[in-house]
T-cell receptor, first 113, second 116 residues
Framework: EAQVTQNPRYLITVTGKKLTVTCSQN?????MSWYRQDPGLGLRQIYY???????DKGDVPEGYKVSRKEKRNFPLILESPSPNQTSLYFC????????????FGPGTRLTVL | KQEVTQIPAALSVPEGENLVLNCSFT??????LQWFRQDPGKGLTSLLL?????REQTSGRLNASLDKSSGRSTLYIAASQPGDSATYLC???????????????FGQGTILTVHP
């Protein structure tokens, strides 16, 4: 089944404890992206990757890191999480950039205490 | 910077009604516009993608139109059903200038409730 998977689905952590949210797709998509969704602010793009080793900032990249060493994986790294990063995170992928249909993962709900 | 607005923020209708959801965007030089559906606790599902060269796209009871000159898109849902209850989001795709090919800007969504 073609899908985008995220792990973990739920995470509660404390301020300053490094964490990684994984994202994987099995559709051989070149493009992957991370979003956060907050009440009243909607979905905002954090980082995106056009292909392996090619990443770029979205609208809200502060406090996040990404890497794209393999085509199928695009992990989101929070080196020192803070409470304002408490949010619902989504990973998405597509064949090529945002020119094509986007496929979203199920989301990761992160709480930073 | 692209800004996307969706009106209304919430809509409650009886089953069977035809309804229209609105989406407006400030920068009309977009390559495409996409409509998504989000169910509570779940990810987004792509409904329709309209390329800038198209004026509309249809999928079953859904029809989306795009008017770039006025910066507007509408999603028309015919004969609504309770199963259509969800949040509907529109997203403006990359600019035609080729510098934002990885960007997607979302509206805040319309929460639709269709009651039996």
């Amino acid at each position: 089944e073609a899908q985008v998977t995220q792990n973990p689905r739920y995470l509660i952590t404390v301020t300053g404890k490094k964490l990684t949210v994984t994202c994987s797709q099995n559709m051989n998509h070149e493009y992957m992206s991370w979003y956060r969704q907050d009440p009243g602010l909607g979905l905002r793009q954090i980082y995106y990757s056009m292909n392996v080793e090619v990443t770029d900032k979205g609208d809200v990249p502060e406090g996040y890191k990404v890497s794209r060493k393999e085509k199928r994986n695009f992990p989101l790294i929070l080196e020192s999480p803070s409470p304002n990063q408490t949010s619902l995170y989504f990973c998405a992928s597509s064949l090529a950039g945002t020119y094509n249909e986007q496929f979203f993962g199920p989301g990761t709900r992160l709480t930073v205490l | 910077k692209q800004e996307v607005t969706q009106i209304p923020a919430a809509l409650s209708v009886p089953e069977g009604e035809n309804l229209v959801l609105n989406c407006s965007f400030t920068d009309s030089a977009i390559y495409n516009l996409q409509w998504f559906r989000q169910d509570p606790g779940k990810g987004l599902t792509s409904l329709l993608l309209i390329q800038s060269s198209q004026r509309e796209q249809t999928s079953g009871r859904l029809n989306a139109s795009l008017d770039k000159s006025s910066g507007r898109s509408t999603l028309y849902i015919a004969a609504s059903q309770p199963g259509d209850s969800a949040t509907y989001l529109c997203a403006a795709g990359p600019g035609t200038g080729g510098t934002s090919y990885g960007k997607l800007t979302f509206g805040q969504g319309t929460i639709l409730t269709v009651h039996p």
